[in-house]
């Protein structure tokens, strides 16, 4: 026998174990994943919502006690949504989860129990291979990392299923799973994370 001095690597790939943030209800009829948005940001977050709120109570408060000009009163209202959509972010951040349902027949996001957009049904039989992307926002001071979970449709599409997931190992648990409950064998797709 000649030997060609090439290794196979035959190490066996563990699945990757399951995220803190994510339970699992695994029945006949489907897969429920349910995933947790809280992380330690949160709790930075809340004060930085308490100091920007409160200091635009305080400028309300004595512009309305004042008869201010109108300015005062319009000047800050920008402001004023800024801080309205972060307080939302941050109780969603402490409340809200991602349940995400798969049967045979249809695959289900949805965020609860505060609104939030990104819900979507799709049927299954859409669906031929899912992957995790790593997603880079830059600005002008800071770089943000999130994970999105997307799938590769039967007609060679792009479709986005959860995107903003904190950290790798959710992302990548999330696909095992669903894959592995609907029997899809895990093929690497282009512009996919390492594992």
Known sequence: MISSGLK???RQILPAPMPNSVTVNDHDTGLTLNYRW???????????CIFWD???FVWYSQALS???????ILFPLLHVGVGAGLTYYTLAGFLN???????????TIYHTPLPWFGSKTIPVSDLAQLYREEVISRGNRSTR???QLSAVSKESKKIKLLG???TADVALFLEQEIEKWLGIKDVKV????QK
Request: hydrophobic share 50%.
């Open 8 to 10: 196979m690597d035959t």
């Open 38 to 48: 809280y992380s330690p940001k949160f709790i930075f977050l809340v004060f930085f």
């Open 54 to 56: 409160g200091f635009l």
């Open 66 to 72: 004042t008869n201010a000009p109108l300015v005062m």
């Open 97 to 107: 989860r991602t349940i995400v349902e798969v049967s045979h027949e249809g695959f």
């Open 145 to 147: 990392v999130t994970y």
């Open 164 to 166: 903003g997931i904190e």
């Open 190 to 193: 282009a512009g996919e994370m």
